[in-house]
């Protein structure tokens, strides 16, 4: 059993005809041909079989009603068996709802807890969907910089808390540096919302994907204070490979804040909702997924490791090793190219197409940065960082 699902994540299981139809998002759909697409965090590998299989089982019955607004209760109690046992995080399943996409989950906690005017701080470099989800409800995204992985002083922070700060947006794991926050750190954070009555919004799409020693926390597991002004943002695009089936929950202890996120939402008004099959593959990927989700960390951990070692070898770049998350970003500075030269430049010489560390995707601490992803085979990511080991050494 062991074998046959360690054999999922070689080369032959990756069907390029199949991504170049269906995969979009910068990637091999949206690529030229002989393009290796690094870029979006999606997975080159299919999902796993018992989701596959739950699919067409409930299919099979032929019937597609409405479901649940809230979410379907299987869905919901998955989610909140998963948090108790994984994260040591308590929450109800009726403080728990099912949403079309942590993207989306982002965005409802910014449009049901800032006003035009606000204030909520984010981190920099880190993935751009916090500062346009802050944006597009009139609020002002304010910079907090965490340039690498190494231990943050917190303290820095207390100083752009204003009047109108209304929000600390915490992603952790960090996209795109990779950084797992430790237990001290964010003790230091909640401290810091208690202090000043602000709302936590925690990005943990990422927490299954974290390599050896370093250990997820969760910060609503810290104290029970910090529990109630925390939000919860998850998804199964990262762990499971469902990005295309839009699926993610919101999840709080506090039940007024569920009940604000509840009526922004519109599900109870049919205007918003998630559809069935998407619910009844995230159910299925918690509840039977998990050697699936084992084995692939052990490849992405490997792949990791094969990043690293190649990257600080090739002429002008470093990085430091990812905690967690499958990308790496990478420092180019030396090489004297802006991110967006380097990405023309690897695009045209490697055929490998890369993330820009542009200011709309990471915010201004990306600059001087690649960032690519490594969810693929060994051969998919030999052969693109060859590819730019030998472009490099031209330059
Ligand atoms: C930190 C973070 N949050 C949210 C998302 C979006 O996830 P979803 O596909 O569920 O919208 C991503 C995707 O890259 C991400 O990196």
């Not at 200011?359 to 490594?374: N, V, Y």
């Amino acid at each position: 059993m062991y074998k046959l699902l360690f054999l999922l994540f070689e080369n032959q299981h990756i069907n390029i005809s199949t991504l170049k139809e269906r995969s979009y998002n910068l990637r091999w759909a949206e690529v030229e041909k002989g393009i290796i697409p690094l870029t979006a965090a999606d997975l080159d590998f299919p999902c796993a079989t018992p989701i596959i299989e739950a699919i067409k089982s409930y299919s099979n019955k032929g019937y597609f009603n409405y479901g649940p607004t809230e979410g379907m209760p299987i869905l919901k109690e998955s989610i909140s068996s998963y948090f108790k046992r994984k994260r040591n995080v308590t929450i109800d399943p009726k403080n728990i709802l099912p949403v079309d996409s942590a993207a989306f989950g982002i965005y409802l906690t910014c449009q049901s807890f800032l006003q035009p005017g606000d204030e909520a701080i984010i981190f920099d470099p880190v993935d751009f969907l916090f500062r346009y989800s802050i944006e597009k409800v009139g609020a002002t995204a304010v910079s907090f910089s965490i340039p690498n992985i190494s231990e943050i002083d917190f303290s820095m922070l207390e100083t752009l808390i204003t009047k109108k700060t209304k929000m600390i947006c915490l992603c952790n794991p960090l996209n795109p540096t990779g950084k797992v926050f430790t237990k001290n750190e964010l003790t230091q954070l909640a401290k810091i919302a208690n202090k000043f009555d602000l709302i936590i919004l925690s990005d943990e799409i990422w927490s299954d994907i974290i390599f050896e020693p370093y250990v997820f926390t969760s910060i609503a597991s810290i104290n029970e204070e910090i529990n109630n002004r925390t939000i919860i943002v998850t998804g199964f695009s990262k762990s499971y490979g469902l990005a295309g089936l839009r699926i993610g929950a919101v999840l709080t202890k506090n039940n007024q804040l569920y009940t604000q996120l509840l009526l922004n939402a519109d599900h109870q008004s049919t205007i918003h909702g998630i559809n069935v099959i998407s619910q009844v593959a995230a159910s299925t990927a918690l509840n039977e997924c998990n050697d699936w989700l084992n084995q692939f960390l052990t490849h992405l951990q490997k792949m990791r490791d094969l990043c690293v070692e190649k990257i600080n070898n090739i002429n002008g770049f470093s990085c430091q090793a990812p905690q967690g998350c499958y990308v790496v970003f990478i420092d180019i500075k030396k090489t004297g190219l802006s991110s967006k030269e380097m990405h023309a430049y690897l695009l045209q010489e490697a055929k490998v197409s890369v993330v820009p560390g542009l200011q709309q995707w990471f915010g201004k601490g990306a600059e001087g940065f690649i960032r690519i992803s490594f969810a693929t085979s060994e051969a998919i990511l030999t052969t693109a960082l060859d590819n730019i080991h030998h472009s490099m050494s031209k330059l």
